[in-house]
């Protein structure tokens, strides 16, 4: 096993996650965020481990500028985590839409730039971020070698029936149009870790993912294989999230874009930003610490919120038990995922059929990797924390 560290790094519009990761230990060295880059109030925040979490508020008038500050934080004398940069040996940038050109992850040369620009037309919102953030470290940083991995090659492995859209054929082969799936990182990373814990090969087994957090979505892994997801063109599409709506009937767009006077894009950003439990619970909260709580209270706008949300996790295990004609273990993962028992006991209660028993002694714990099922169970289900940061590391230390 290589020893070097690897700093990833995910590139935001305005914001920048990174860590600094140890390819032998595995052990993050460093962590923190840029926020606000180019906005007013810019601030980075700065955790060495074992060490004082700092928060500086200094103007960041651009990508390049947040990154000369996190390798300058690294570097400290007295707060820094190495001593030149010579000791970061690789840069793992989280890159969000590969489109048909990136089943895999890869080591980044001017020609996959290139191809990853050619994407922009498919995540307009991110893609561009993520490659200022590359250009940015290429920079600063001229000799490190670079790897970008993707939110979409993990599912690129779908079949044709799966991620082709009903629509005229030709807009498959003249724009690309068809289901690409995301956090495939994430996807990828808790169905390998889900064979590990049930001592199986992954290769004979039949999993699904259900990655809860902000964003959402569930997939179907089928003898290591990605078979299908529910996120589609964009991340919109599947589950219904913390705003995004999820799936829809498309001709609501009209109907509202008449009832509001409003454009489709006006509309398109109330199914984004306005939709999902914020906008079911009534602009209540997205945050489903607040929802359980309300829920508890008796509040029925929580009540119809979590119960629509659990509804369709269930509704698309029930999908992807079919498309794999059954199912072995299923996982719950990110914020939601590993951390709401409520929201696991919510779902399986939709699960009889598959013979799950949920063992409500483990269903408590949050965070941490466990089989949430009695040993009887007919189906096995599983916490498993995500560690996309993690994955990209050894994703990176893999293509060295
Ligand atoms: P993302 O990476 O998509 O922003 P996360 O995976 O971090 O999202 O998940 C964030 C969500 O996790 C929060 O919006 C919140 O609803 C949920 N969450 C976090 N902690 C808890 C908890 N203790 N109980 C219930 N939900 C939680």
Redesign the pocket.
């Known amino acids: 096993m290589k020893d070097i560290n690897v700093l990833v790094i995910n590139c935001g519009s305005s914001s920048l996650k990174f860590q600094l990761i140890n390819s032998k230990s595995e052990a993050v060295i460093a962590k923190g965020l840029c926020e606000r880059i180019g906005i007013e109030g810019s601030q980075m925040t700065y955790a060495p481990a074992g060490g004082e979490k700092t928060e500086t508020v200094t103007p960041m008038k651009d990508h390049t500028e947040a990154i000369r500050l996190v390798l300058g934080a690294l570097t400290d004398k007295e707060n820094g985590v190495v001593n030149s940069l010579d000791e970061i040996g690789a840069v793992g940038h989280r890159l969000v839409h590969g489109g048909e050109n990136f089943a895999s992850s890869t080591l980044i040369t001017d020609e996959v730039l290139k191809a990853i620009e050619e994407c922009n037309d498919l995540a307009p919102l991110h893609n561009p971020a993520n490659l200022i953030g590359i250009s940015a470290c290429k920079e600063l940083m001229p000799n490190t070698p670079m790897a970008g991995v993707f939110d979409t090659a993990f599912h690129q492995t779908m079949p044709e029936e799966a991620y082709l859209y009903g629509l005229p054929y030709h807009y498959y082969e003249d724009y690309k149009v068809r289901r690409y799936g995301f956090h495939g990182t994430s996807h990828s990373y808790v169905s390998a870790r889900a064979a590990d814990i049930v001592g199986k090969k992954y290769e004979d087994l039949k999993i699904i993912v259900c990655h809860l957090?902000?964003?959402a979505s569930v997939s179907a892994v089928k003898n290591g294989k990605c078979v299908d997801t529910s996120m589609g063109l964009t991340p919109l599409e599947g589950l219904i999230m913390?705003t995004r709506s999820g799936d829809i009937d498309p001709a609501i767009i009209e109907f509202l874009c008449n009832k509001e006077n409003k454009s489709v894009q006006e509309i398109m950003s109330v199914l984004n930003k306005k939709s999902g439990v914020f906008g079911l619970s009534g602009d209540f909260s997205?945050?489903?610490?607040d929802l359980?709580k309300a829920y508890r209270a008796g509040e029925a706008f929580a009540q119809r919120t979590m119960k629509a949300f659990a509804y369709r996790v269930a509704k698309y295990i029930g999908a992807y038990t079919a498309a794999m004609n059954g199912v072995d273990v299923i996982c719950f993962t990110?914020?939601?995922g590993e951390?709401?028992p409520f929201i696991r006991t919510m779902v399986c209660s939709y699960l009889g059929y598959l013979g799950i028993e949920l063992d409500e002694e483990a269903n408590v714990k949050?965070g941490e990797e466990v089989e949430i099922t009695t040993p009887g169970s007919g189906t096995k289900v599983l916490v498993v924390p995500t560690n996309e940061e993690l994955a990209i590391a050894r994703e990176t230390v893999a293509l060295l």
Not at 286 to 289: H, I, K, L, N, V
């Open positions: 957090g902000n964003g913390g997205s945050d489903f610490r359980e990110a914020g939601i951390n709401s949050r």
